[in-house]
């Protein structure tokens, strides 16, 4: 037998396994694994992140709060409301009787912050009165349209084959009308009342949120929680309620959150073409169309309202963007 040489390695007996080479990456990862077990090496942002992850949703660290912009965004919503419920008792004049024709185009002061129209009526009154009925508006089309919309939207989505199809279809035939031209006939035809505008504007929402409510269905009900419901024999609506709802409600909110600030916009629209609610009703477009000819003399009676609309619109847009970041709320999907 040839002897083995005395700087040769033994060979490998039963009792110690071959043992494979360890990668340079993954000997670091171990070395400081055992650092950060032994607490010798304090652990990271990054290396908490990940046994986060590992570890699952419960232990995951807990979201930020809505941030700075936000909460001016809700106050300032929060402040309009409050101005819409109580605007009858407030101590300001009201517009539609209260009129003082020598102060006509007189610009903003301390006794009226947002200037004086044409016929002498407060701007400032006008615009708080004109909050009520535009909120109103705004809030109840998209109210309806969500209802509407959402139920459309989960069947279509829930149920797929014909039911969607037939639905799908009659949605796409509505989005293929311009929305601001459907508005506008449907209130020419109905009249210029508060709740003709209302269904105008309801009935052109309602194709937008039923196509968001669809599409995220459709995501949702191939679910395995979806599937483990079928399974066990649940039936359809309390499936659709039960377990599809809640996972489309954040989506279809925050699509609702832009729709109102469409919907504030459109109307303003429709009074500016003759096409909104009569002009004895203040709106912040009836009040816009007031000072609408009076732009070069007297721009303060157009630029208060509209200021106004821009502060909403982008309170509105803002939340929404938050909503669906909160949610995770992916609109490729949708």
């Not at 700087?7 to 340079?24: F, G, H, K, N, Y």
């Not at 419920?85 to 009226?112: C, I, K, M, Y």
């Not at 349209?145 to 799908?168: E, H, N, S, T």
């Not at 399974?231 to 909110?253: D, K, S, W, Y």
């Amino acid at each position: 037998m040839p002897e083995r040489s005395p700087d040769a390695a033994p060979p490998p007996t039963s009792e110690e396994p071959l043992r494979r080479p360890v990668p340079p990456g993954e000997a670091i990862v171990r070395t400081l694994a055992a650092d950060e077990a032994t607490r010798d090496v304090p652990p990271d942002a990054i290396s908490l992140r990940l046994a986060a992850v590992e570890a699952g949703p419960e232990t995951t660290p807990e979201r930020r709060g809505l941030g700075v912009a936000a909460w001016l965004a809700v106050v300032w919503l929060l402040l309009l409301g409050a101005v819409a419920l109580t605007v009858p008792v407030l101590p300001v004049p009201d517009p539609t009787v209260d009129a003082e024709p020598a102060l006509a185009r007189q610009g903003p002061s301390l006794s009226h912050p947002f200037g004086v129209d044409g016929a002498g009526r407060d701007v400032f009154a006008s615009v708080l009165w004109g909050t009520r009925v535009s909120l109103f508006i705004a809030v109840a089309s998209i109210v309806a349209g969500f209802v509407a919309g959402g139920v459309i939207g989960i069947v279509a989505g829930y149920f797929k084959g014909r039911i969607g199809g037939v639905l799908g279809s009659a949605m796409d035939v509505f989005l293929a009308f311009p929305q601001l031209i459907l508005a506008l006939s449907i209130v020419t035809f109905l009249g210029r009342t508060v709740f003709n505008v209302t269904l105008g504007l309801a009935i052109v929402a309602t194709p937008v949120l039923a196509r968001i409510a669809r599409a995220s269905t459709l995501s949702w009900s191939e679910r395995e929680f979806v599937l483990a419901a079928r399974a066990q024999g649940a039936r359809h609506l309390r499936i659709m309620v039960r377990e599809i709802l809640p996972n489309v409600l954040p989506a279809m909110f925050s699509i609702a959150l832009l729709g109102v600030a469409v919907v504030i916009v459109a109307e303003g629209g429709l009074a500016i073409i003759g096409a909104g609610v009569k002009p004895d009703i203040i709106t912040w477009g009836n009040v816009i169309v007031r000072g609408q000819g009076e732009l070069r003399d007297a721009s303060h009676i157009v630029l208060a309202p509209s200021l106004v609309i821009f502060l909403t619109v982008l309170s509105l847009n803002y939340l929404g963007d938050v909503v669906r970041a909160r949610f995770d709320v992916r609109e490729s999907a949708l």
